[in-house]
């Protein structure tokens, strides 16, 4: 079936995940939970320019968005005129984040393509020193994992963004509230990040050990680390025959301090 045009007379493209947010109620309360006042705001995927627009109707120092699609490039560029816009067209996932020290920190604002979005997410805790806050839109089901504290969502995502960034859920926003609606409901999801993370010791080493015991979450850490070569003797046993989902931070740094076999201190 052809895919029928936009009002813009532009053909959407399944490959870069366009869902455009049409709502313009949601994309005030973007707005109303950031202080932008002569800040510098980015944002990636603007389209059609919706969220866009109502950014610059704000006293900001700038805003920068970072557009993949050739065609909204023209459409921005032709349609949106401000002294203080600039778009830069390329794959975020692409850029080196430097460009940003001159004028940072920043905030972010973005209706993000579901399929970017922990590649992203990654990119933003590594270059976190640029970032001042931001509410970003994303798949209702990455959002619960990223928030969990226990349970079924909860998992090595929960641990390590909760670790660098806070967080809060807000707005719960259904498919219609986007053109063309996705088959699942999306969630505004605050975040700004830590000043001062918890030190870990060998946290290079660290995450993948959280990644083994949460490799089957249903299975206990005796059985999750059975086949690895940390130092089990150590663990307790009431440990031992727990489950990740059971276990907190401060449970994992425990944990950690007893198995790992490289001084990095």
């Known amino acids: 079936m052809k895919k029928k045009p936009t009002s813009q007379g532009i053909v959407l493209k399944k490959k870069y995940g ?21 800040r510098s705001v980015f944002e990636i995927g603007p389209g059609q320019g919706a969220l866009t ?6 006293d900001i120092a700038r805003l920068w968005v970072f557009e993949i699609d050739d ?17 830069k067209h390329t794959n975020i996932l692409d850029v080196d984040f430097s460009l940003f020290a001159s ?3 920043w905030t972010l604002l973005a209706n993000l393509p579901y399929q970017i979005t922990f590649p992203l997410l990654h990119m933003l805790q590594r270059e976190r020193d640029i970032l001042h806050e931001g509410v970003i839109m994303v798949q209702e089901e990455v959002a619960q994992k990223i928030v969990a504290t226990r349970g079924r969502n909860y998992g090595y995502s929960s641990l390590f963004f909760q670790h660098y960034f806070d967080w809060d859920l807000m707005d719960k926003v259904p498919p219609k509230a986007f053109y063309p609606p996705p088959k699942v409901f999306s969630r505004l999801l605050y975040f700004k990040p830590k ?10 080493d660290f995450w993948p050990f959280i990644k083994c015991c949460f490799k089957q979450p249903r299975r206990t850490l005796r ?10 003797e150590n663990i307790p046993e009431g440990l031992l025959d727990m489950r990740a989902q059971q276990l907190t931070m ?16």
Request: hydrophobic share 40%; with cysteine.
């Open 195 to 204: 000043k001062e993370p918890v030190p870990i010791i060998c946290e290079q």
């Open 53 to 58: 627009r109502e950014i610059l109707k704000k």
């Open 223 to 232: 059985n999750n680390l059975s086949q690895t070569h940390y130092a089990l």
């Open 18 to 38: 366009q869902h455009f947010l049409q709502d313009i109620s949601f994309i005030h309360s973007m707005l109303d939970r950031v202080d932008i006042q002569n």
């Open 71 to 87: 065609e909204w490039v023209s459409y921005l560029q032709k349609n949106i005129h401000d002294a203080r816009f600039a778009i």
């Open 250 to 265: 401060n449970d994992f740094l425990y944990l950690w301090n007893v198995v790992r076999s490289v001084d990095c201190s």
């Open 103 to 105: 004028h940072q920190p």
